[in-house]
């Protein structure tokens, strides 16, 4: 009866944990941020026939021009790189989204894409203090890019033949499209796989962000990371716990009383958990044990010694599910509507 007691105890306290790992290291800026506003304002085309608007004109010209470009810190060959946005967008859909999605799902994704480069760009003008010399990066920490070399190189040309037609398709579709909330360019977040159901970017950051809500994502069934299942033995548990704390009194008989889950999010995703008095992120327990997300529980069999860890999605689970963007666009949603599920009451508009 006892062990029961335990095992009963130790899902229920488990069904549980939240995830909040941050696959993209993010640090969201409040919105009203001046640059963000200002650049679009003066965006606006003047065309005087007086000389003396001349100068005027420049303004535009000037700001189109950060458009159609982009500076960006390649993470391999740390140096920095100005290359076409509508090129880049094009390494970023390929980098970060299998070429077999369907074709609205990369198109979305097009559309994310540039709106991050582009509200980064703004933003981190001087340079990003991960990496000084360029706003954005080559890597996960921003977006992953790949050059079309690279693609070859990585997938072969049989990949390019089949899929880099769709992949410029999606985002010659979209060409210069972006992604606005009350007038203003947002910093959309995406991620692998929700497990079912995005998470509100203020459960997982402080800030509170009106179009990073959580939503419900279904037709995610499809994803290799929907669910996943880590068998460990309990010592193997206490072990790896002890790793990071070797001052936890933790041990076979005792496990089910000193794991306790402190703190869920809205969405069922662990935040907040104690370990023998220790308080962990779910996202810290999350990169102890290589877990896919924070939407995870764990349940103990003392009979055995074995403890399941269940993960269900894959990533922070903020703003886009792409394989639930695959989802919807083979359920017959296009682009638009896909967007304006995942990011709570947005437009999609030109970025100038
Ligand atoms: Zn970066």
Redesign the pocket.
């Known amino acids: 009866m006892r062990k029961f007691g335990i095992y009963f105890t130790m899902v229920l306290m488990i069904t549980i944990l939240l995830p909040t790992v941050i696959v993209r290291t993010f640090k969201f800026v409040p919105r009203g941020n001046s640059v963000v506003g200002e650049s679009l304002q003066e965006n606006i085309p003047i065309v005087k026939e007086e000389k003396k608007e001349e100068v005027k004109e420049e303004i535009p010209v000037k700001i189109s021009n950060k458009y159609d470009n982009v500076k960006v810190y390649n993470t391999r060959t740390e140096k920095v790189e100005e290359l076409g946005l509508e090129d880049y967008i094009k390494g970023v859909v390929a980098a970060e989204m299998p070429g077999e999605f369907h074709i609205e799902a990369l198109k979305a994704q097009a559309v994310a894409a540039r709106t991050y480069a582009i509200s980064r760009t703004l933003r981190y003008s001087e340079g ?1 203090p ?2 000084p010399s360029a706003p ?2 080559t ?1 996960i ?2 977006q992953a890019y790949l050059s079309l070399e690279q693609l070859s190189q990585i997938h072969g040309d049989k990949w390019i033949e089949n899929y880099w037609g769709k992949i410029e398709e999606a985002v010659d579709g979209t060409r210069g499209l972006g992604i606005f909330y009350d007038g203003e360019i947002t910093e959309p977040m995406y991620h692998s796989t929700s497990g079912g159901q995005t998470e509100d970017i203020k459960d997982v950051y402080s800030s509170d962000v009106p179009y990073l809500k959580s939503v419900l994502s279904p037709n995610e069934e499809g994803a290799p990371k929907f669910k996943n299942l880590i068998t460990l033995t309990t010592d193997e548990f206490i072990q790896t716990i002890k790793g990071k704390y070797p001052e936890a009194k933790i041990d076979r008989d005792n496990i089910a009383e000193k794991i306790k889950l402190i703190e869920k999010t809205s969405t069922g995703r662990v935040k907040r958990i104690a370990i023998d008095g220790n308080l962990l992120d779910g996202s810290e327990l999350r990169d102890l044990f290589g877990l896919n997300s924070t939407n995870f529980k764990i349940s103990l069999d003392n009979k055995l010694n074995i403890i399941e860890i269940e993960t269900y999605g894959y990533g922070h689970g903020i703003g886009m599910s792409q394989w639930g963007a695959n989802g919807m666009g083979k359920e017959g949603s296009n682009y638009q509507e896909i967007l304006k599920h995942y990011y709570t009451g947005v437009e999609i508009k030109p970025l100038q």
């Open positions: 990003h991960a990496h954005i990066c890597g920490h921003c």
